[in-house]
């Protein structure tokens, strides 16, 4: 028993003995210090990341939302030019039907005029006609042949133009309707 009493108080003072690992209530060791600090600088940095991500969201959500706009503002107006083109075009045609008594040569004259405003209005626009000669090679993404016919010229030439086309901007809006040359 005395054994364990001996045990039971050098546990005791060994514990009362501070030790290299131990340190008093309240006092900090050196480097809790700068941990703290970096910690909290660490979470001020956090924030600010955060704030600056949500306003780089933000600005892109609003860049997405104008491209929209604008985009919806294009093709509600896209036909805006093409249009100020063509009123002069219809202010002539109605002024050729307000004349009382019209000669034959006045209303050959004004529609003469009115074909050269329309041409300058789709020449303003890009929209080009495709009117083949007789003898060009038949394209086929520009030309539609309607039929072939028996010909002198060479195999799959144009004959004839039905119809012409018309490009816009160097896309194809209406092939032009041509009869073509049939091999001999």
């Given at each position: 028993?005395?054994?364990?009493?001996?045990?039971?108080?050098?546990?005791?003072?060994?514990?009362?003995?501070?030790?290299?690992?131990?340190?008093?209530?309240?006092?900090?060791?050196?480097?809790?210090?700068?941990?703290?600090?970096?910690?909290?600088?660490?979470?001020?940095?956090?924030?600010?990341?955060?704030?600056?991500?949500?306003?780089?969201?933000?600005?892109?959500?609003?860049?997405?939302?104008?491209?929209?706009?604008?985009?919806?503002?294009?093709?509600?107006?896209?036909?805006?030019?093409?249009?100020?083109?063509?009123?002069?075009?219809?202010?002539?045609?109605?002024?050729?039907?307000?004349?009382?008594?019209?000669?034959?040569?006045?209303?050959?004259?004004?529609?003469?005029?009115?074909?050269?405003?329309?041409?300058?209005?789709?020449?303003?626009?890009?929209?080009?006609?495709?009117?083949?000669?007789?003898?060009?090679?038949?394209?086929?993404?520009?030309?539609?042949?309607?039929?072939?016919?028996?010909?002198?010229?060479?195999?799959?030439?144009i004959v004839s133009v039905l119809q012409k086309g018309y490009l816009i901007a160097?896309?194809?809006?209406?092939?032009?309707?041509?009869?073509?040359?049939?091999?001999?």
């Open positions: 028993m005395q054994d364990q009493e001996k045990t039971q108080d050098q546990t005791e003072q060994a514990s009362q003995i501070p030790n290299g690992n131990e340190r008093e209530e309240g006092a900090q060791a050196p480097g809790e210090a700068s941990l703290e600090q970096k910690l909290a600088t660490a979470e001020t940095r956090a924030t600010e990341m955060q704030d600056a991500y949500l306003r780089a969201k933000a600005e892109a959500e609003n860049v997405r939302r104008r491209a929209q706009d604008d985009v919806a503002k294009a093709h509600k107006f896209a036909i805006e030019n093409f249009a100020e083109a063509l009123v002069p075009v219809k202010d002539s045609l109605e002024m050729a039907l307000k004349l009382d008594t019209p000669s034959i040569d006045a209303l050959k004259e004004g529609v003469e005029m009115t074909l050269k405003q329309l041409t300058a209005a789709y020449e303003r626009n890009r929209l080009l006609e495709i009117s083949p000669q007789a003898g060009d090679k038949l394209d086929p993404m520009k030309h539609q042949a309607i039929s072939m016919v028996p010909s002198e010229q060479e195999a799959n030439t160097d896309r194809l809006l209406r092939p032009a309707l041509v009869t073509v040359a049939q091999e001999k």
